[in-house]
């Protein structure tokens, strides 16, 4: 079928047709909308994991949070990998069913036409880990320590590359990438200023209401007002 899919993260709004033959990936805490034509609607298959290693498995597809979608190579042995997980799924057997998966992440992986090399990883494929790792990971109380870890760095060798890359230390792209999400928030979602604070991982809704208006120059509640105020013009 055919549809649309529009994905809300630190990086903005991506919007992206879908047809026939399209996967698309959704990552934890990005805010995701995906529709039918209703003239030709759309019909998926899906398949949700979670852990340590999800995020390793989604690079390993191809996939970031530049590249959000593909345009499958081998749509119909993909589709028998997925119709055998889902048989596979039933029957409850669970060693079964971790093999169809990653068989499933195979078949999927050979069917991107742009896969991501790790093993031949350059220096800008670094950086744009450092960076999805954050976005991913922005909703939680994330340190540089973290990502290092995650990317197998020494600490003080990742503070330094990371800050002449970006040109700010990791403690304040943090901060920038908190801030780009809490805006999407108040633009995008009903949630309260409370929740989004929670969300965000701040300490409380004070600390979070002085970091906003530290930078925006009004408070999260002024904010969501004044967009409100705008939709009812």
Known sequence: GEGTYTNYN?????NTNLKENTVFAIYKYDSVFYQSNPENPLHYCWVGFDGSESEKILEYLGFSQQHLTFESTNPTRLYKAFL???????????????????HLMTVLREGNPIK????????????VRME???????????????IANFLHLDRCYFSTIFKKHFKMPPYAYIKQQKLFRAEILLRT??????????????SDIYAFSAFFKKHYGVSPTQFKKSLTNANDR
Do not use: C, P, R
């Open 10 to 14: 630190a990086t903005g709004e991506t």
């Open 132 to 146: 999805n790792y954050i976005k991913m990971h922005i909703m939680e109380n994330i340190k540089a320590t973290d």
């Open 84 to 102: 055998h997980l889902f048989e596979t799924y039933k029957k409850k057997d669970k060693y079964s069913l971790l093999s169809d998966f990653f």
């Open 116 to 127: 991501s090399s790790l093993e031949h990883e350059s220096k800008n494929d670094l950086f």
């Open 189 to 202: 979602t009903n949630y309260s200023v409370q929740e989004i604070a929670t969300l965000l991982s701040f």
